[in-house]
């Protein structure tokens, strides 16, 4: 089919797909600890019976310990010396948070008219990861079930919490087994600017523990020479970046970065950053946000100010979250920022410094088949060139599935963008990129198995 069948195919299907997608989401299917599986066992159900209904076969669960059911289906390809593309999302969501912070209860997806970009639907999980089976599911459907390339299918029940998965790939690569991925958990850096994900950064944890006194002790009658755990751990956190803002922390890879950025304004309105308050570091917001480190705070255990002593503390300690350049070795870099820790000493005081979790980051090769495709076909959709971001957030599985199929090329593309609120109250997604990005899709599997058959030729 040519982009304008294709266009009324889909334009056809997308009161379907956006009713379907509102089915999905209104099912709280939450894996963290505590929410009742029944929600995540019905959303895998509902989801099973669309994809059976839009053509994927022999339809599985995937089993692995202490993780929600995998599902897996294929569609086999037309012809022999077509390609294979594997599609992966996830059905499971964040909790809602604060319910009272929400426009309309989280789980009754409520069709609205964003101010700036037109209608969209509100709901937990509308966006992450939701749309982006919907964007599947329309896209198999704009073939009748019979696409131009083999599908593989890939979705998980326990991405937000974690899982299993992440590791198991390179232990069966022959499940997983494609030319190509979509792994659709991503979207547009902007809504109308067709976006794919090419890196994404590592992350490690490094806990810090300070302890100067066996309990604590009158702060009048002992502060000034009695050593202050808590003002010791500050000191230390505060050797961490430089006057400017950027980490200072020696053998931490940054590069410029050459694709696509935020502009300052956009970053500081999708940031919620307050008035008149400067952003961190220098250079540009692409290698401030992907290519190079980025250092944060995001616990301290301290006495609460409500309820304070005046007395001079013995124990204070801080989890910090390091994010790390997409092909720096976090382990290395991990090490980098404990050493660093160790050797800084605060008025002579030793840290303990621990390492915790650490992940590797990703970058894609983006010169081949699959990608040429995609740009083509994201071009025909949105009428302007493909661009190229990164995301500070990570995704472990990507690393597994790139081991598991050195050879694939991995797309990392979706219905969400920047301004979804994904995570947050409010979350959403404009009808428009969920529209744009079912065509999308299809068109990428036009494309690739015409130029796929091309070089095979």
């Given amino acids: 089919m040519d982009i304008a069948q ?95 912070a929400w426009a309309s209860p989280p789980f009754t997806p409520t069709e609205y008219t964003d101010p700036e970009h037109g209608p969209a639907i509100r709901g937990r999980g ?25 599908i593989r299918v890939v979705l998980e029940g326990q991405e937000e919490y974690g899982s299993a998965l992440d590791d198991y790939p390179p232990l069966n690569p022959s499940a997983f087994a494609c030319d190509a991925m979509v792994i659709a958990d991503m979207g547009n850096i902007r809504p109308g600017t067709p976006t794919l994900t090419t890196a994404l950064r590592g992350d490690a944890e490094v806990l810090v523990e300070v302890r100067t006194l066996k309990e604590a002790r009158h702060s009048g009658l002992y502060g000034g020479a009695a050593p202050d755990a808590l003002l010791t ?27 696509t950025a935020y502009t300052d304004e956009e970053f500081r309105r999708l940031a919620a950053v307050e ?35 005046l007395a001079v503390v013995p124990y204070a300690r801080a989890l910090i979250n390091l994010r790390i350049h997409p092909q720096q070795d976090p382990k290395e870099a991990q090490q980098a920022l404990v050493q660093h820790l160790e050797a800084v000493k605060p008025f002579g005081v030793e840290l303990t410094v621990t390492p915790q979790d650490a992940g590797p980051g990703f970058a894609a090769k983006t010169g081949g088949p699959a990608y ?41 593309f979706g219905a969400e963008d920047a301004a ?16 744009n990005s079912v065509l999308a899709e299809a068109a990428f599997f036009e494309a690739y198995a015409r130029d796929y058959a091309k070089l095979s030729s």
């Fill in 6 to 100: 294709l266009t009324a195919r889909v334009d056809a299907l997308m009161p379907g797909v956006a009713d379907d997608l509102k089915r999905l989401a209104a099912i709280p299917s939450i894996a963290f600890p505590g929410y009742p599986p029944e929600k995540i066992a019905e959303c895998h159900d509902l989801l099973v019976d669309l994809l059976r209904e839009a053509g994927v076969q022999d339809l599985e669960d995937l089993r692995l310990p202490n993780t929600s059911p995998i599902i897996t289906g294929h569609i086999p390809p037309p012809t022999p010396d077509a390609p294979t593309v594997l599609l992966y999302g996830h059905y499971d969501v964040q909790p809602p948070g604060d319910e009272a």
């Fill in 126 to 150: 509308v966006a992450d990861d939701k749309s982006n089976l919907a964007v599947h599911l329309g896209a198999l459907r704009a073939f009748d079930g019979r696409p131009p390339v083999g």
């Fill in 233 to 259: 751990l500050i000191a230390a956190l505060a050797t961490l970046h430089n006057d400017k803002g950027d980490v200072a922390v020696p053998g931490l890879r940054r590069e410029p970065w050459s694709g």
């Fill in 275 to 309: 008035p008149e308050t400067p952003l961190l570091g220098t250079g540009g917001l692409g290698e401030r946000l992907w290519s190079g480190p980025a250092i944060t705070v995001v616990g301290l255990d301290a006495p609460a100010v409500d309820t304070a002593a």
């Fill in 372 to 412: 040429q495709a995609a740009s083509t076909a994201m071009k025909a959709v949105w009428g302007a060139d493909a661009t190229q971001a990164a995301s500070g957030g990570a995704i472990p599985l990507v690393n597994g599935l790139a081991k598991a199929v050195p050879g694939a090329e991995i797309l990392l």
């Fill in 420 to 435: 979804c609120q994904l995570h947050g109250p409010n979350e959403r997604v404009l009808l428009s990129e969920l529209r």
